[in-house]
């Protein structure tokens, strides 16, 4: 697991840029885009169970759902902010990608650190130092367990139906 640390205010310019918002829509054609104009090592090297870390309002800007398509779709485990956007914030939720607020965690963290998350129990150790975060609601960790909320949605209507 790599982690992937970005300042403050990385917008969603920054994650997928807006010159490709409408000619990419599938997670085939957004992953070699993402943080192209930030990090252009990250599409290449990017490997499932990363993690990024990041400072304040991390996924501002526009309501694009690319760039969290994008991130669910290289595998990254959680991003790890400061603080987060609202809007993109519920458009991770809406995708299945977790995403944990522990400015502590952020200002812990230094490169090439040892990291260890604990979703489910809300903890995370950075260089050897356990920090505490709120603890996902269990309806968030189902989403993400079925692959974002379209899927979760209709899981629950099936059962629910049986259709």
Known sequence: MKVWKY???????????????????????IKPHLLEDLDSSFSKDVSEGDLIFAGINFGCGSSREQPVVGLKAVGIKAIVAKS????????????????????????????????????????????????????????????????????????KLKNKYNF
Request: glycine content about 8%.
């Open 7 to 29: 300042g403050d205010n990385i917008n969603t310019d920054m994650l997928f840029p807006g010159k490709y918002t409408y000619t990419c829509s599938t997670a085939e054609e």
């Open 84 to 155: 987060f956007a609202r809007i993109f914030y519920r458009a991770a939720i809406n995708q299945g990608l977790v995403l944990i607020e522990c400015e502590s965690a952020v200002k812990s963290y230094s490169r090439n650190g040892d990291v260890k998350l604990d979703i489910e129990n809300g903890k995370i150790e950075v260089n050897g130092k356990t920090f505490s975060f709120p603890k996902l609601p269990d309806e968030i960790l189902a989403i993400r367990d079925a692959g974002g909320l379209l899927p979760y949605t209709r899981s």
